[in-house]
């Protein structure tokens, strides 16, 4: 069974940058399309970005886009999240999930069919 380690989080300025990453164990992420969600206190928890297996296909949600970019190194089993140009209402706990596929695009921005789920890291960005 896969699990997955969030790290890179912290307190940074409006208008920063954070590089958030998801470390797998137990299996090679090369099955798997990988999201990150994120979570803000008393609010539910939301997409942020998706890629595809092989890392060819990425989606974003409307709030994110051009700021922030999702990328893989299966190499590594590793699925990264550059956030630049960050805003206070970024601020939230960010989760990845991953979701096995043998498809090759499969890309999902639905929490329910996510299977595996870090703990997620807290990101803070101050105004």
């Known amino acids: 069974q896969v699990q997955l380690v969030e790290s890179g989080g912290g307190l940074v300025q409006a208008g920063g940058s954070l590089r958030l990453s998801c470390a797998a164990s137990g299996v090679t992420l090369t099955g798997y399309g990988v999201g990150w969600f994120r979570q803000a206190p008393g609010k539910e928890r939301e997409f942020v970005a998706a890629?595809?297996?092989?890392?060819?296909?990425?989606d974003y949600t409307d709030s994110v886009k051009g700021r922030f970019t999702i990328s893989r190194d299966n190499a590594k089993n590793t699925v990264y999240l550059q956030m630049n140009s960050l805003k206070p209402e970024d601020t939230a706990t960010y989760y990845c999930?991953?979701?096995?596929?043998?498809?090759?695009?499969?890309?999902?921005?639905?929490?329910?069919?996510?299977?595996?789920w870090g703990q997620g890291t807290q990101v803070t960005v101050s105004s």
């Open positions: 890629i595809t297996r092989s890392g060819i296909s990425t």
């Open positions: 999930a991953a979701k096995y596929s043998s498809y090759t695009y499969y890309l999902t921005t639905q929490i329910q069919e996510y299977e595996a």
